[in-house]
């Protein structure tokens, strides 16, 4: 269900809240999100509520020694290629065109 939000800024519309996220995250198992900052804490548990509800995951990370780190999670161990990792160095002046290829839907984490 979405509600009216308010930000710093004035009015936010369609703010959804996480008691009802999984109802929009269930999805055909074909469906890729792209999840940016894959990394940090609040995203590698939306990662993996989307891993759970059969997406497949592709995360952004700022280097590839940081996606192995997070492969390596024991959550994530048993989702195999259903989770990958493209290399955005730069979240400011990086460029996210190949990340967002082939993707169904962004959650975007990253700061």
Same mark, same amino acid.
Request: proline share 4%.
């Given at each position: 269900?979405?509600?009216? !939000? ?5 009015? &936010?519309? @369609?703010?959804?809240?996480?008691? @009802? ?16 900052? &894959? ?13 759970? @509800?059969?997406? @497949?995951?592709? !995360? ?8 192995? +780190? ?6 994530? +161990?048993?989702?195999? $290629? ?7 160095? $730069?979240? &400011?002046?990086? $460029?996210?065109?190949?990340?967002? +290829?082939?993707? $169904? ?7």
């Amino acid at each position: 269900m979405s509600a009216q !939000g308010t930000s710093p800024f004035g009015p &936010v519309a @369609n703010v959804h809240t996480y008691s @009802n996220l999984e109802q929009h995250i269930v999805m055909p198992s074909s469906k890729t999100v792209l999840v940016t900052g &894959v990394s940090g804490f609040i995203a590698t548990h939306v990662a993996l509520r989307f891993l759970e @509800n059969g997406w @497949n995951v592709r !995360g952004t990370v700022r280097s590839e020694d940081k996606g192995k +780190k997070v492969a390596e999670l024991p959550c994530f +161990k048993s989702y195999g $290629d259903k989770l990958s990792f493209t290399v955005v160095e $730069d979240l &400011v002046s990086g $460029d996210f065109s190949e990340a967002v +290829k082939g993707v $169904d839907a962004v959650a975007h984490t990253a700061r």
